[in-house]
């Protein structure tokens, strides 16, 4: 068997994704929040190399400054894949990252997600993708979406799924350099949390909204500077509970246009749409 094991590091993208919308319809008796949103794929994506290794260690070879080997959500899919499956090879690790942590992009939660389906064919495990949604959501509350792979219509706390068909275009986002921490919006008094669902037939996004941007406006005034910065151009709106912002063009002029005008001291950038995770092959539907 080892014979059949690549020693070669392989590198897998991880991408970003958008919260299009953002309502929050209710609450479960465990505290946590039942969102509708809209999830959207972007080409922007962090950089997970991995190599298999015989011997079962798990193994992260550049661990991001502040986050520890043993919290960092790759690591811990890696670990989780094994205690699930009994599998006894293991992993040698590395990260790049290109997503802002706690920009609403997703980026750990979307590492996660990579590792998840890319060990699933390198360790030779074949598992289903409802089973590796299943593992993901004991991770955090996106990982299920980019397990799952296209943009979606989700539900629950983020593991309901309808794909959705969405606006092909580029997206303008800017990050506020600030560090949105998601349990202090979501713990926020003033936080709405009784929007009335809606039908995935029936999303406007000119009516829709993000219910936990006027909490990270307050805690954050920089989140509302980028926003109110972005509207000059186009409807702008927050990602998931921030910091960053973002607004759609069908054009990739355009957005370079708006992109080339942003304050010196603000960062940003420009993602296309994607309508499939790359790695989307690597988990088989029942
Ligand atoms: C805001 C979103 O990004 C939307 O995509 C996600 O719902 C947040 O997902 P996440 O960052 O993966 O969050 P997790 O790491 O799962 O949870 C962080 C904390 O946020 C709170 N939390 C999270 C998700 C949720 N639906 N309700 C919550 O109340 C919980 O206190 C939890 O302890
Ligand atoms: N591989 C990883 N990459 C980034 N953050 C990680 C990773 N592993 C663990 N974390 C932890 O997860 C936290 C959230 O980071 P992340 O980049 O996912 O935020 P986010 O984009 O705001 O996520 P979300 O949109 O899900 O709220 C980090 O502050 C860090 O402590």
Known sequence: MIEAISSDWQA?????KLNLF???VGRRADG?????SV???IDLADTIELRVRADGDVRHHNPIPGVPAEHDLTVRAARLLQAETGCALGVDIRVTK????GGGLGGGSSD???VLLALNRLWGLDLSRRRLMALGLRLGADVPFFVFGRNAFVEGIGEIMTPVTTPEGWYVVLHPGVHVPTPAIFGAADLVRDTPPIA???IDYATTRNDMEPVACRLFPEVAAARDWLSQFAPARMTGSGACVFAFSASQTESACVLSRLPD?????RAATIAQHPLYGFASDE
Do not use: E, N, R
């Not at 946590?32 to 509708?36: F, I």
């Not at 001291?265 to 950038?269: P, Q, R």
């Open 12 to 16: 897998f993208p991880a991408p970003a």
């Open 22 to 24: 953002l309502h929050i």
């Open 32 to 36: 946590y929040h039942l969102l509708q």
């Open 39 to 41: 999830f959207q794929l």
């Open 98 to 101: 290109y997503l802002p942590m």
């Open 112 to 114: 996660a997600a990579t």
């Open 200 to 202: 995935p037939d029936d």
């Open 265 to 269: 001291a603000t960062a940003g950038f």
